[in-house]
């Protein structure tokens, strides 16, 4: 028989209804034996008393319900952005606050590699909050004129770079037409490179290939420690082109005795369904415990602040032309009856509610033609879904995971210039899916913004954006909504429910370890809370005990 | 001399789900007649080649019968084409199959980011039967119609499943909702590549006349001339849809640049150096639809653009 290990904690918030409240948790095997105060759990036979834990609160492990590994990998490269950030190691890299501070930066890192011709790469890039002074190459020059410099920004769809990367991609020239590349007087690039295509060739410069960065082991290794500093246990990669040989290595790293998350890599679909939705059906029966396996996300439209959501009538408040379909309508339909048929569950970014709209469509058709229970398919951003559409989310057995952080970082931009004051204050609308009874999850889109559950909770409950504005007051929820959207509302979506986001009999021992109470403290001070770490398939993780580079 | 290879022309194919894109592309491939065609198609999934084609499978590239290729770019694209043009022997042309909801317009200006590569003609397929229902569906209406706004050249697919009067007004329409565009109708996207392929620079041995007519759908004028002319004026002119003119080929003697060859495909024309000897005497091919083809109209275009 296994070793018993018995927490003691301050407090055990179990997120179960039969028993809310504990103060000890029995583990054997990584699972939970039983939650309760001690003298109901030595009844199980010899045990240890782990006593570490003893001041601290626990809640169930966190689960980020979308999320990148990439985040991870970027820390090896320059953090730009706007506002302080913490990485890997724990250090807090403040905020750049002007392009000045952002090429100051950039200056002080170059100045610690040795080869004058490695590239220099940042990310988190977003001038939205510099007035819109545009980044131009002469701008970058100023950090090298020899060295490719560049920067990705914080959206993740745009570049900035120097004369130098342009060069090496063959783009410092004349007689480029192309909507991505804008032009300076003199005919050449100005440095700026939006969408895909226009990003590419310098993002291979840079080193920032999403296909590269999307097998790094170092990246994953790193993406698990920002994890257990923000009390995650469960986090998705949604998504990824999963190949085949990065498989291996996924399966091997999650394994490792001293890894402490629990990965649910979710296999992206490009055009034709069919060759996907079965090779995810294929990959059910590889899973492990701490590599899961087998869904598919699907990207119907593009981004708001981009304008290439897809949005229905009246369209953009600024007035620009509707978005993208990322892919056709026609397909999502097929791919969801696909889906149906062969017990794939899907999740599908939409943004604009135009894109909501085809998704509800698409799903009602494919359910007439395969009718599956409990199939749990699942919205993920869904930003600007009505009430209508919640209601028809709740008919047809769809979950909904909504971007809650987004709402802090560009409600500003959605009230000023993308879809005007009414439809920004109802953005993210966490209240009313509750009230609807959809199931409902919040999330971060790591690295588009930090990976912290405890401030994607603050940021339903307050919805306060950068500026201060409380947009959309009807539509915040309250704590204990809040808390369960990050553990059992993100792991229902996943269909871990059973396994994960409370703390109960049977389930995986996977713990958020908090100096305070979640509950007890302000809601102001949600975001603040400090994590002391994780237990993690009964295995505890201090963050301040992690190793740094 | 220079020593960089001239760059490969891309034709652009794009339209909507089920417009016949993967149908025209096998028909080009069976029809290449020598010409190494390098076909880059979005991806495999559902089987875009003739099975007979195939010869050879190599991870994500086809081998095809008479030095064709096939690959598939997925979400590189521009990995994909850059690859292309990497390709020795280079292909001689390239058929980019874009998805079935991509903006051909988007796709075309992408291949200025590659010096490699040029734009061929964009090549739009519709499906004659279901076409004005598409154009009118609430989420891909509007996408319908861009892309067919974007085409130099519409190839107006399944038309054996309508009636001639619908074919009529069909054409109608589009010369509304698409006034730049060319249009041919066709079946199963039987036409002769010589109409939808060559803005490349250099004139091939084959004429303008399409191969297989057996419907004499088509009709070509070809004249034959002395005068120097101005070649951009002669190919602004030939833009002009009332010419009904869908593909002409020129053999120019410019005031100016001296021998050149001038390439129109749709609105679309180009204006290259004639390389080797000159020929004997400048001359000037155009095909149209028969009916539609304006003679006399293209005769006073060439009048009209004498240096």
Not at chain 1, 255 to 279: H, K, N, Q, S, Y
Request: net charge neutral; glycine share 10%; with cysteine.
């Amino acid at each position: 028989m296994s070793p018993i290990t018995i927490f003691q904690a301050r407090r055990i918030l179990t997120m179960a209804p039969s028993r809310p409240l504990a103060t000890h948790v029995a583990v054997r095997d990584g699972r939970i034996l039983g939650v309760g105060a001690l003298d109901e759990l030595t009844g199980w036979g010899p045990y240890r008393l782990e006593t570490r834990l003893a001041d601290k609160v626990l809640m169930p492990g966190l689960v980020e319900g979308h999320s990148h590994l990439m985040e991870g990998a970027f820390w090896r490269f320059v953090y730009c952005g706007c506002f302080d950030r913490r990485d890997p190691n724990g250090r807090t890299w403040p905020g750049a606050k002007t392009l000045d501070d952002v090429l100051a930066r950039l200056r002080e890192a170059q100045a610690r590699l040795a080869d004058p011709a490695q590239p220099l790469a940042g990310w988190g890039f977003d001038p939205i909050y510099f007035d819109n002074r545009r980044c131009v190459r002469e701008d970058l020059d100023r950090v090298s004129p020899t060295r490719p410099v560049g920067m990705i920004h914080a959206s993740g769809h745009i570049i900035n770079c120097n004369s130098a990367a342009l060069a090496a991609a063959g783009w410092l020239r004349s007689g480029i037409d192309h909507p991505g590349v804008p032009l300076g007087a003199d005919g050449l690039p100005t440095g700026e490179l939006k969408g895909p295509e226009a990003m590419m060739a310098v993002a291979g410069v840079l080193g920032l290939d999403r296909a590269v960065l999307a097998g790094d082991e170092a990246g994953l290794r790193l993406f698990s420690r920002l994890c257990v500093r923000a009390g995650v246990t469960t986090a998705t990669d949604l998504a990824s082109p999963l190949p085949d040989e990065a498989l291996p290595m996924l399966l091997r790293t999650t394994a490792e005795d001293g890894f402490p998350t629990r990965v649910v890599p979710l296999l992206r679909l490009m055009g034709a369904p069919e060759p996907t939705i079965l090779r995810a059906a294929a990959l059910q029966g590889q899973s492990s415990d701490r590599l899961r396996l087998g869904r598919v996300k699907i990207v119907a439209d593009g981004s708001i602040q981009g304008f290439s959501a897809r949005l229905r009538w009246p369209g953009y408040y600024n007035g620009a032309p509707n978005g993208l379909w990322y892919i056709a309508p026609e397909q999502l339909q097929q791919a969801l009856t696909l889906a149906l048929q062969h017990g794939v569950q899907v999740h599908v970014h939409t943004n604009g509610d135009e894109a909501t709209d085809a998704v509800l469509d698409g799903l009602e058709r494919a359910l007439e033609q395969h009718p599956r229970p409990d199939h749990r398919f699942t919205l993920q951003h869904c930003q600007l879904a009505d009430a209508a559409q919640f209601r028809r989310m709740k008919a047809l057995g769809l979950c909904v995971n909504l971007f809650a952080n987004h709402h802090f970082y560009w409600g500003d931009e959605h009230y000023r210039l993308t879809v005007g004051p009414e439809r920004a204050t109802r953005m993210n609308a966490c209240a009313t899916a509750l009230a609807t009874g959809v199931p409902l999850a919040i999330h971060s889109d790591a690295p588009i913004t930090p990976l912290a559950p405890l401030f994607t909770a603050w940021c339903a409950v307050h919805r306060l954006t950068a500026s201060g504005r409380t947009l959309g007051e009807h539509e915040r929820i309250g704590v204990a909504d809040a808390l369960r959207a990050i553990t059992l509302g993100a792991a229902w979506t996943l269909k871990l429910d059973g396994e994960i986001g409370s703390i109960e009999c049977g389930k995986r021992a996977d713990f958020c370890v908090l100096d305070d109470d979640p509950l007890a403290v302000p809601a102001m001070q949600l975001k603040d809370l400090p994590v002391w770490g994780v237990v993690q398939d009964g295995r505890i993780f201090a963050a301040s005990e992690l190793p740094t580079d | 001399m220079s020593a960089v290879a001239p760059p490969i022309p891309v034709s652009v194919i794009g339209g909507y789900l089920g417009a016949g894109k993967t149908t025209l592309v096998n028909h080009l491939l069976r029809h290449a007649e020598g010409r190494r065609l390098a076909v880059l198609v979005n991806d495999f999934g559902e089987l875009p080649i003739d099975d007979a084609l195939i010869e050879a499978r190599d991870g994500n590239l086809l081998r095809l019968a008479g030095g064709c290729v096939c690959c598939s770019f997925g979400s590189d694209l521009l990995g994909a084409l850059q690859q292309l043009g990497t390709m020795r022997p280079p292909p001689d042309q390239v058929l980019l199959e874009c998805s079935g909801v991509a903006r051909p317009g988007a796709v075309a200006r992408t291949l200025t980011l590659l010096p490699a590569l040029q734009r061929d003609a964009v090549l739009v397929l519709a499906d004659a039967e279901t076409l004005r229902e598409r154009a009118a569906d609430r989420y891909v209406g509007e996408l319908v119609q861009q892309q067919l706004a974007e085409a130099d050249l519409i190839v107006l697919n399944k038309c054996d499943r309508i009636a001639a009067h619908g074919l009529q007004a069909l054409q109608g329409w589009l010369t509304g909702v698409a006034p730049q565009a060319r249009v041919l109708p066709c079946t199963q996207g039987r036409l002769a590549p010589e109409l939808l392929l060559g803005l490349g620079s250099v004139p091939r041995a084959a004429g303008l006349a399409p191969a297989h007519d057996a419907a004499r759908q088509f009709a070509s004028v070809s004249v034959a001339f002395d005068h120097a002319v101005d070649a951009a004026r002669l190919a602004e002119a030939l833009a002009d849809p009332a010419l009904g003119l869908l593909r002409a080929k020129g053999l120019l003697r410019d005031a100016l640049r001296g021998w050149c060859v001038l390439q129109q495909v749709g609105a679309r024309g180009r204006i290259d150096a004639l390389p080797g000897t000159a020929p004997a005497q400048p001359r000037l091919v155009g095909i149209g639809l028969r009916g539609q083809l304006d003679e006399d109209a293209l005769r006073r275009a060439l009048a009209a653009s004498r240096a």
